[in-house]
């Protein structure tokens, strides 16, 4: 049933007040936009000293005090007045903003709903000058060098907007994390939040490191790494967490555009990539990041809010991001917790897992190819897989610096495993040497700190996916041509985006052509995953082309099947390992990036110190 026609209306020009209020429903959705827009306006003004007072979560009053510049008592009305900014003055200002506001309606929005008083002092004033924002009267006042934002009594006159309100703790919830994201992104200014007359929070001028130590908390301070990298115009600073620092929300997740807080999907994605491999289930990374780049290079005006960007080059800024992100995590091996040890052995020019890993590679994308069986003092080094172990632990041996060899060049043993007591431990290996196998199962070492436990499946698995992953990219991408194109139905928006973005898609392995204009043929793609469904797998890839200028899909396809190749040919629980070959696992993990966390994010190894173990035991007590 259609709904009744509404009456005609001749049309007329808004008064001034109900287009504020309009625009109100844009910008201040709730205490906490308020919170965000005069906090920017705050730093726009050169403050290095603010204070945040909220009543009632900030429904009955917000009132921000900062030291900036201040507004000469002339300028006041204009402060108030819709589309009045001292920011932008033209379309080259608006294409290379520099500012956290811009808009010139805040001010005039937020005193449309509610009961404003702006006072403010430059530095060369004899005294304050405060204005009504309903009756936009001006009158001398007191107070120091900067301006006060009072809001009061909010959605006044909108009570159908004031429904929509939680409660209280609810809303003071929102406007604390809105001062949160601001001070992480400005160390440099110190920050007071108060709510009810209690000083909730408080962080005196810092750097950056200490700062978001305070905000985060210390699990993130004592599970994060630096990171600085920069390319051409890309520059990208921050903090990110480690695997273990993760969380089950993705609440502790701070991303900045040029010291905007910003919720890009591109930016989520670029780094939620980077991490795909070492993060548990649906856990969610944590992290701190700065992406400061031209103002030209991305488009802040296409949000009310602010909140959202738009890339000039998006595929350029996703990839510098994966990249710089991915660098970061490699550092997550057990060297992050020690000296970097002394480069590893290799008497053969090559470690023999090396070797064999690539030829099991080889075989996957040649399987007419044969694989050398290479024979070792355990047999063949490749088994069948029904055996369940397709690399032999014998590779170890070659790896410690310690062995001894016979004539022939094959490794001696000692007769007994306990190794930790000819060799004291060191700070150039982090995780120490090897004192016994538990269950057949974990690794027991002794290094300075302590105990370490070590997962020898998992940890064996991490080093296999990380050198099967390296052989891969050191080649050029191996491209599979289909005997018979693959042809589907495909709407505007595919057809158009294989045609622009073809180089790409050879890059990646794919010769998708259009053969009509709603018709697509797949003519090939990348060898490794010849065996996938050609038409779904080409849907997937232009859509993230599309979207993020490259594929998702095939990285992540490609991960999966190295994941279980070294899942399968990594050393299986129950099996017995010598000292000689444990601590040659353990060499290789100081070595390995990634090393901390097995493919499916779960840890490696756990380090149990004196300190802790002398609690189990009570001693000093």
Known sequence: MNPPLSPIRAIQQLPDNLIS????????????????????NALDAGASQITVRLEQGGVKRIAITDNGRGIAPEQLPL???????????????????????????ALASIASVSQLTLTSRTADAAHASEIDGSTLAVTPSSGAQGTT????????????????????????????????????ARPDVSFSLTHNGKTVDHWNITEIAKRSASILGNEFANARLALDEGAGPLRLHGFVGLPTASKARADAQYFYVNGRFV??????????????????????????????????LVDVNVHPSKIEVRFRDSRSVHQ??????????AQTSATSFGATPAPLPSPSGAMPWIRGS????????????????????????FVPAANGVAQTTANYGALFSGNERSADGAPVYPATPQLASQTLPSDDFPLGFALAQLHGIYILAQNTKGLVLVDMHAAHERILYEQLKGALDEDAMQVQPL???????????????AEENRETLHALGFDIAAISPTTLAVRSVPALLKNADAQTLARDVLRDVREFGGSRVLVERR???????????????????????????????????RADQCNHGRPTWSQLALSDLDKLFLRGQ
């Open 483 to 497: 005997l018979i194109p693959v042809t589907f139905f495909a709407d505007a928006v595919e057809v158009g985006t």
């Open 21 to 40: 209020q309009i625009a109100a429903g844009e910008v201040v959705e709730r205490p906490s936009a308020v919170v965000k827009e005069l906090l920017e």
């Open 263 to 296: 919720r890009d999907k591109l930016l989520v994605h670029a780094v939620r990539a980077a991490y795909q491999d070492v993060l548990h289930g649906d856990r969610y990374p944590s992290y701190v990041l700065g992406l400061d780049l031209d103002p030209a």
């Open 559 to 593: 991960n999966e099947l190295l994941g279980t190749l070294a899942c399968h040919t990594a050393v299986r629980a129950n099996r017995s390992l010598t000292a000689p070959e444990m601590n040659a696992l353990l060499r290789q993990m100081e070595a390995t990036e």
């Open 79 to 105: 402060a108030l007045a819709r589309h009045a900014t001292s920011k932008i003055s033209s379309l080259h200002d608006l294409e290379n903003v520099a500012t956290l506001g811009f808009r010139g309606e």
């Open 358 to 381: 690539q030829e099991h590679l080889q075989a996957i994308l040649q399987p007419n190819a044969q694989v050398p069986q290479q024979q070792t003092s355990f047999g063949p080094q």
């Open 149 to 184: 934002v009072d809001v009061q009594d909010l959605y006044f006159n909108t009570p159908a907007r004031r429904k929509f309100l939680k409660s209280e703790q609810t809303e003071f919830g929102h406007c604390a994390e809105v001062v949160r994201r601001i001070a992480l």
């Open 320 to 329: 510098f991001v994966f990249h710089a992100v991915s660098r970061a995590l």
